[in-house]
């Protein structure tokens, strides 16, 4: 017997969301508000970058890479809980090595270098981002740095860096003794990389690959393209590749107990091994939605499925990808930068439990009411090259269709309306464009406000499903509705000041 008419009638559902909502309001006025912070100092070691972009390209590019290998010699012996998919699942062992891997780049115009740096791990707080920051600023070692920009790859089978997979949701699953560890050893790459610059070439080079990728919710819509930066040093030493692709580092499934960086270190390999020894770091792109791999269910379902010589092959044939790309075009030397701080509202009335526990720790600030929440978070924008290349640096995992413009028609939307949104495909007028995800803040699924749908009961402690039985699983991980909104105009408005 259907209870639910019974229910709405006499308003159960809008009751339980009051008590809800009256609970977290009386959470919010006790907190002690030295959980919370100030936008200023949220932004402290955010580099603004160029305060309007130029036209001059410089001489040469100067271009520095290292690498630090984050994986803890005590994996065994120590407590060490895998991210991405069920809590209490301690690391058993090693696959591969989780690295922090950095680029620092310069066009010589003067006007100060660029680092961008990806991490091999679910994700990063911008908090964990600024203490990196911190690290590198005030070491004084970078001479005139006016950007440094890190994300996380999203591999599923890292040690847990965002705290939600420990024993259980009220248990911080990040290991302290790791963290600050990795904050060391990425700060360290970022200086090494500095260090280890030399002048040459930079080369862009794009092309849609098959097979790779799937979409698990409507509307189906990703990008298949696939964006190789390649950095040629004039000395003849080893090449850096740069590699743009949206696809979730989950290859290892869900039964997965071994550390390991996913498809992406097994990429890199190859390139590696067939290209003289070649750097190699990956930037993963939108990804929301959910962009996995082609044959995701036999990945994550299937006891039978040899998911480690999966992954492997994976990895493999996306290097072999890369590698066959012929069409590059030499990049001008010329960066352009600009990073904005972001304030978000933050509805999810889990995570601000789990922000209040101490699982999570992004930054927050209270209103001056203390009756809502909003996490404050930043965007950033980079062009290389005379509007050769267009990168849009976002928070976390945006679906792609806030990228294409491709959303799902009222008629068959959640919400039963149209998404009115600025999309980035229309904010750039370069050749190349892509999304770097999961990129100085981990905000979870960025999703179309048109078809966000909570549970009508406990929203975002349960998963909804709509009238076309379509799962809505991804809510219970996204801020709130007004997160793509925020971003996005924040996004337009950075660009359109900068032009």
Known sequence: MDLMPVARFLKLPNLMRAIIGALLSLILLVVPANLFTTSEQAATYMLPGDETFSDTAGDTWTVGYAQAVLTPADV??????????????????????????????????????????????????????????????????????KSVNISATHAHSAIDTQGLWGKNFMSDGKNEAFMQ???EKTAEAILAAYKARTDGKLYVAAAQTDDFQSDTREPVDYDNTLTRIRFAPADGSADTYIVNFAAHAEMLGSKSTLVSADFPAYMTEEIRTQANGANTVF?????????????????????????????????????????????????????????????????????????????????????????????????????????????????????PELESGNFLPADQAANGTDADYKVLSEMSNCTYDFVW?????????????????????????????????????????????????????????LIAGVQ
């Open 181 to 183: 560890t990795l904050k």
């Open 437 to 493: 995800g999961l990129c100085n803040d981990e905000l979870g699924y960025i999703i179309p406000d048109n078809d966000f749908l909570l549970h009508e009961w406990f929203e975002y402690f349960n998963i909804a499903y709509d009238e076309a039985d379509r799962k809505h699983y991804e809510e219970t991980n996204s801020v709130g509705p007004d997160t793509a909104r925020s971003l996005l105009e924040a996004m337009d408005a």
């Open 283 to 399: 930037i993963n792109g939108a990804i929301g939605g959910l962009i996995t791999a082609d044959d995701f269910d036999d990945v994550l379902n299937n006891p039978d499925f040899d998911c480690i010589a999966y992954t492997k092959q994976y990895g493999k044939e996306l290097g072999q990808f890369v590698l066959s790309m012929d069409n590059e075009t030499e990049i001008r030397p010329l960066v352009n930068v600009k990073s904005v701080p972001v304030s978000v509202r933050c509805d999810n009335t889990a995570l601000l439990l789990a922000r209040i526990i101490g699982v999570l720790n992004n930054d927050m600030q209270r209103s001056a009411d203390r009756k809502s929440v909003s996490i404050l978070t930043e965007v950033s924008y980079m062009e290389l090259g005379t509007k050769q290349i267009g990168i849009f640096m976002i928070p976390g995992e945006l679906y």
């Open 76 to 145: 065994t012996a120590d407590t060490y809980y895998i991210a991405g998919y069920n809590t209490n699942n301690p690391a058993q062992g090693v696959l591969d090595d989780m690295y922090a891997k950095a680029v620092y780049l310069d066009d010589n115009t003067g006007r100060g270098g660029v680092v961008l740096c990806a991490v091999d791990c679910v994700g990063l707080s911008r908090a964990d981002i600024n203490d990196i920051r911190k690290i590198v600023i005030e070491s004084g070692e970078i001479d005139s740095l």
